[in-house]
């Protein structure tokens, strides 16, 4: 007895639907009749005793809930056929969520009275029967062409009809005829252009949500659907998730969802924004780097920089970093085409720790992290991880990335980055040792050029014959950076002419002196007081002249009144040039103001001064007759080519000499 308010039409087309169910198009897994007892404000569906079969034949353990929501309204609402899918998998045939048929019972008065439920699979005929055979869909799809308006046999029309017919069979069930029309236009009108676009349907009773993502193919991958799955799964309140995906020669894929909602789904969402939100998640990196070049270069020259960089950053690289961050690793990499040198860039992520920062090493060549590692742990640095990455633009040779976190303690960042960037680049070209004292550069926030003179000054204690390992020595300074601070300190008050300061000078050797008196090891405590006797017998030094190309010398020499330095042997020379550098290092040692003597290549680098000492020694009886006091210098190489055969270690002495004359020259 359906109302009168119910089309005959539907009547009889629901009639043939179930009618075709038992011609093999679905599988009766159970069965179950209800009473609806409706009383007022609210209604409960009461199993009635004895009509179960199948999975449903067993009676209910649990007491009929009262119906609410969605559920109350579709269970008093008079349309004759509820389809839907219910809440459990099937306990046979295949894994899937069983398929509800909901056939209503109506009183005389036309009232719902009852319900008749049907728990199944629709069969794999159904699936495959076109959707304007099956009773039900069919009368959807007519409706949905006769309000699309186009004509039969046009262009529009067959792309309609396709989409239709490929939809899945399942939703076409479910969806009302203008959930269908919305979708059908939709994908109608999205063509082949390759935009994401969201459909999306609420199933009758609350319980899921259906959608349909178009997702452009170059853009659909397992981290894309997983990525969306999780919005939508966020969007929409839901508990859990399946999906299937559809291929065809389209540009698009498509990617249905179905969102099971719990207890308290979201009601409120809007499509346009998810949209928005799916959009901006499958944003391939390349439109990110092409956009954010633009907007850093202008249309021009952005785009000449993509179309380099387009293809050149690796997987590895993309997912470590936003496309942003890479335009300005580009415009590093455009900066090695005109240098030799590498490039860094350290940084500070805001989510470090404290004292964790990272340094970028940016080369036009491989490097060997056997050889880096050393430096940037000699700088201060522990390296905690690193990344590699080969960049290879269109048309330029690769170029490298490396990324390395580092401990450091480092309380001024941006001076730390400067300080950091020169030494290390110092290392690379030669131009500083690599060795332990590198560590005041953080330790103590010493320049690169700082640390040469503590080191040039370690050097020379070592030929003095102060006894201590290199190891022990710079051990010593960079336990106690504060006292290496203030020797440096000293030394530019005391020399450099621009910060000349005698009081300041007065100021500092005290200090440094109180700072002694609070070292507990003796051996220490003689390494750092001979620092500051070296540092106080200096006379003269080239540290503060500028080179003929207006930089600083290579080189660092140093005029020096032995008599002040105890721990040199006997005889002591009146005044001394100690000459250091990465290459050589050299001494002249004088007898008096005026004296005569050559200068000698040696090959005891441990102890020159002592070979040059004892030929000093030689030279001043010599020239008893002529000259009273004698001189005697000498060199050693440091950096000998280990090719070229002799020509090449001659070429080198040769080059050494000159530095250790020039050095000789700038302070005589």
């Known amino acids: 007895n359906p109302p009168p308010t119910i089309d005959p039409a539907l009547v009889e087309e629901t009639k043939a639907f179930l009618g075709w169910l038992a011609e093999d198009n679905f599988t009766f897994i159970g069965y179950r009749e209800y009473d609806l007892v409706d009383e007022g404000d609210e209604a409960r569906l009461e199993p009635i005793e004895g009509s179960g079969l199948g999975i449903l034949k067993d009676p209910p353990t649990k007491a009929p809930k009262k119906l609410a929501g969605k559920a109350l309204t579709v269970g008093r609402e008079p349309q004759i056929l509820l389809l839907t899918k219910a809440n459990s998998p099937s306990p046979i045939h295949r894994p899937a969520y069983l398929d509800y048929i909901g056939v209503k019972k109506y009183s005389e008065g036309g009232q719902v009275i009852a319900e008749r439920r049907f728990l199944g699979l629709y069969t794999t005929r159904a699936y495959k029967a076109s959707p304007r055979s099956i009773p039900i869909i069919r009368g959807k799809v007519e409706g949905v062409l006769e309000r699309a308006g186009v004509p039969p046999a046009s262009h529009d029309r067959k792309a309609l009809l396709e989409i239709l017919e490929s939809y899945t069979r399942d939703s076409l069930f479910q969806m009302e005829t203008e959930d269908l029309y919305n979708l059908s236009i939709g994908i109608l009108g999205l063509g082949e252009r390759q935009r994401l676009k969201l459909f999306l349907w609420r199933d009758p009773l609350d319980r899921f949500v259906e959608c349909l993502v178009c997702i452009p193919r170059d853009r659909f991958n397992t981290e894309n659907r997983e990525r969306v799955g999780r919005i939508l799964m966020e969007a929409l309140g839901g508990v859990a998730l399946d999906w299937t995906l559809q291929l065809s020669e389209s540009r698009l894929a498509r990617v249905h969802y179905i969102i099971r909602l719990g207890e308290d789904p979201v009601t409120g969402y809007d499509v346009a924004t998810i949209e928005a939100r799916l959009v901006q998640v499958i944003r391939a990196w390349t439109d990110e780097l092409r956009e954010a070049l633009i907007d850093e270069h202008g249309e021009e020259d952005g785009i ?10 690796p997987p590895g690289y993309r997912s470590d970093w936003v496309a942003r961050s890479a335009v300005a690793d580009i415009a590093r990499i455009e900066e090695l085409a005109s240098t030799e040198d590498p490039i860094t860039s350290t940084y500070r992520p805001l989510e470090a720790p404290d004292g964790m920062v990272r340094l970028k090493l940016f080369s036009s060549g491989g490097v060997l992290l056997s050889d880096v590692l050393p430096t940037l742990e000699h700088l201060g640095a522990k390296v905690a991880d690193e990344r590699p990455y080969e960049i290879a633009p269109a048309d330029r040779p690769p170029a ?48 690169g050029r700082q640390v040469s003179i503590i080191r040039a000054i370690a050097k020379y204690l070592r030929q003095g014959g102060i006894g201590f390992s290199d190891a022990y020595i710079e051990r010593t300074l960079t336990g106690h950076p504060d006292i290496a601070r203030l020797l440096i300190r000293l030394f530019e008050a005391r020399l450099d002419p621009d910060a000349h300061d005698e009081d300041a000078a007065e100021r ?20 750092l007081r001979s620092f500051l006797t070296v540092v106080r017998a200096t006379v003269r030094t080239n540290v503060f002249q500028p080179g003929a190309d207006g930089k600083p010398h290579p080189y660092l020499s140093f005029k020096l009144d032995s008599a002040q330095i105890p721990i040199l042997p006997l005889p002591k020379p009146q005044f001394e040039i100690f ?19 050559g200068l000698r290549w040696s090959d005891r680098r441990e102890d020159f001064r002592t070979e040059v000492l004892g030929l000093m020694k030689a030279q ?37 000499y000159k530095t250790f004359l020039s050095g000789m020259l700038d302070i005589t």
């Open 304 to 313: 000449k920089l993509f179309k380099r960089y387009e293809r050149a950053f």
């Open 400 to 447: 490298f990335i490396y990324d390395f976190g580092l401990q450091a303690d480092a309380e001024n960042l941006e001076r730390v980055r400067d300080l950091l960037h020169d030494a290390f680049l110092g290392v690379w070209r030669g131009e500083l040792e690599d060795d332990g004292l590198n560590g005041l550069v953080l330790g103590a926030t010493l320049t």
């Open 508 to 527: 500092l050797g005290n200090e440094i002196e109180e700072a002694l008196d609070a070292v507990p090891s003796l051996d220490e405590d003689r390494i």
């Open 579 to 597: 000459v250091y550098s990465p290459r050589v290092e050299a001494v002249h040692l004088r007898g008096g103001k005026v004296a005569r003597g």
């Open 620 to 656: 001043m009886i010599k020239n008893a007759l002529i000259v009273p006091v004698g001189a005697k210098g000498g060199i050693v190489l440091k950096r000998p080519p280990a090719q070229g055969g002799r020509e090449a270690l001659q070429n080198e002495a040769i080059a050494c």
